[in-house]
């Protein structure tokens, strides 16, 4: 059988020894004989995995479940932010001003005690205009 092919290619190369294009047909023919046999072959070796397996049959149970996918707490979840009261935030203003000037920022530790003595109460006023002298 063999010797017959062998035989034909022979024929060929005598009759078209020097013809580029039927070398170049040659070699695309041999090129797609060549995927053809490797997919054959890989169909018929290759083992299929169970989620190759699970994909191609009906839908299985989901890997995790709702109930794993919902958000974990964190610490911060417990904190009431609208507990904070207006005095807190003030108080919080008076402590960000005194933190400006002893970086001597004296313009920001200015624009925040101007709010202070805007929003605070009796003592907070006070005790912004004592910082605005001294400053």
């Known amino acids: 059988m063999f010797e017959n092919l062998i035989l034909g290619i ?3 190369i005598e009759v078209y020894g020097q013809d580029p294009l039927f070398w ?5 023919f041999l090129y797609f004989c ?3 046999v490797y ?3 890989r ?5 299929k995995t169970k989620s190759q397996e699970a994909l191609k049959g009906t839908p299985t149970e989901p890997i ?3 109930s794993e996918l ?5 610490k911060t979840d417990d904190i009431d932010y609208g507990r904070l009261s207006g005095e807190d935030v003030i108080a919080t203003k008076l402590d960000l001003a005194h933190a400006y000037i002893e970086m001597n920022d004296h313009d920001h530790a200015k624009e925040v005690l101007e709010s202070v003595i805007a929003e605070g109460n009796d003592t907070q006023k006070a005790e912004a205009k004592d910082l605005l ?3």
């Open 10 to 12: 022979n024929h060929y």
């Open 24 to 28: 170049l047909s040659w070699g695309f």
């Open 34 to 36: 060549s995927v053809f």
């Open 39 to 41: 997919t054959i072959l």
């Open 43 to 47: 169909k018929l070796f290759t083992k």
């Open 64 to 66: 995790v479940s709702l």
């Open 70 to 74: 919902k958000p974990k707490r964190s």
């Open 133 to 135: 002298k001294n400053i």
